[in-house]
């Protein structure tokens, strides 16, 4: 099986931070990392698992190609936006 390619949105927050911490702590294998976040944070960029990783808008971000999609931005935000990233394929943590 081929490592996953993860979107983690809410990824400039504390619990998002913590996810990216765990993920690299346990060496969990993966091939992609998109973090997602509100306006105010999108193009800031994160070190995170060995690379740079530019955080998109959630506002205008496109979930294909993403296998695996952890929300941590809240309720309203996760209501609004897991049905987008299950719509496109991926699987809605």
Do not use: C, H, Y
Request: aromatic share 4%.
């Amino acid at each position: 099986m081929n490592a996953p390619r993860i979107a983690i949105v809410g990824g400039t927050g504390a619990v998002g931070r913590t996810m990216l911490q765990l993920i690299e702590e346990r060496g969990l294998p993966v091939s992609g990392l998109r973090l997602m976040a509100s306006e105010r944070s999108a193009g800031r960029t994160v070190e995170a698992l060995g690379r740079t990783v530019v955080v998109e808008d959630l506002a205008t971000a496109d979930f294909t190609g993403t296998d695996i999609a952890f929300f941590s931005a809240g309720t309203p935000i996760s209501a609004r936006w897991a049905a987008k990233a299950a719509g496109a394929g991926a699987l809605v943590v």
